[in-house]
């Protein structure tokens, strides 16, 4: 089993929300990923890394970064809306599949609906969605992935995301038991998992190697324990410190790594410390210390 290591822009708290502002440039982004030892990175939202191939391809190859995926979000609870997205989640895979990445990570628009931005953290055991419901946002989602799929060869998976409609444990089974094995895969994030009230380690056992690449983010329990008894919402939660650099939460990373071994899995873990901060060397900093930790676990 071979698990390598990468970062992500959103660990500088570069997000697709607009509302929120991006306090750091793609250079020294790009900068601090490569500084903290880490061998791979994600696009962020598109248009934040170089859209065009040679220059993309160039600022990666600068710093020894190979670009493995990008998180894209679609509204796929708004059929009227897919053809739009799909066109733009097209879009984001061509420039991948000219970089030669590993993946395509699709999710659904999260942080973009009031409720759910509200509950987040707060459903677990529930599902928000009818079963007709579920059935049209899995056959957009099989839409989407299929075409990806079709038109760049990129591995598809989705990732669970809290303050959106696929977060609990059951709103994941919900959409993987109506969306083909092969054509799409899980993303599992481990902070976002144990936001929602579930457990990473058990959700590896669960969907086997249906598991085809992997956010490691961790989830300090205090912290989410206390987000929840304040009624505070999603970006409320994450502005407390709920997803905390890895090794000081709930996640069990020496456990998934286990799991994950047991599987055979040969690939990726992207670091991912979601984060809305002041102090503009605090994601240099838990960048190097997320990336101690890893090593200390033997990765």
Request: charged residues 25%; hydrophobic residues 45%.
């Amino acid at each position: 089993m071979t698990i390598r290591v990468a970062g992500a822009p959103v660990s500088w708290g570069i997000y697709e929300f607009a509302e929120i502002a991006q306090k750091y440039t793609p250079e020294q982004v790009l900068d601090e990923i490569a500084a903290t030892g880490y061998s791979g990175v994600e696009l962020g939202p598109y248009g934040f890394l170089p859209t065009d191939p040679s220059m993309l391809r160039d600022a990666l190859a600068a710093r020894g970064l190979k670009l493995l995926s990008a998180y894209v979000p679609v509204r796929f609870a708004d059929a009227d809306n897919l053809a739009q997205a799909e066109a733009a989640a097209l879009t984001v895979g061509r420039l991948l599949a000219s970089q030669d990445a590993v993946a395509i990570v699709l999710a659904d628009d999260a942080g973009t609906v009031p409720d759910l931005i509200r509950q987040a953290g707060k459903r677990a055991g529930q599902s928000i969605l009818s079963e007709a419901e579920w059935d049209r946002y899995a056959a957009g989602v099989s839409r989407v992935a299929c075409t990806l799929h079709d038109e760049t060869g990129l591995m598809c998976v989705f990732h669970h995301h809290c303050a959106g409609y696929v977060e609990t444990a059951e709103e994941v089974r919900a959409l993987f038991s109506r969306v083909d094995d092969d054509l799409l895969g899980l993303c599992l994030d481990s902070g976002h998992w144990h936001f929602a009230g579930g457990d990473a380690v058990g959700a590896i056992r669960e969907y086997g190697s249906r598991v085809r690449y992997l956010h490691f983010k961790d989830c300090h329990p205090e912290r989410r324990a206390e987000a929840l008894k304040r009624d505070l919402d999603y970006f409320q939660a994450t502005g407390l410190g709920v997803f905390s650099e890895l090794g000081t939460g709930s996640v069990d990373f020496p456990a998934i790594v286990r799991e994950m071994d047991a599987l055979g899995y040969d690939g990726w873990a992207v670091v991912e410390q979601d984060v809305l901060v002041s102090d503009l060397d605090a994601p240099r900093r838990s960048s190097a210390a997320n990336r101690a930790y890893l090593r200390s676990i033997g990765l």
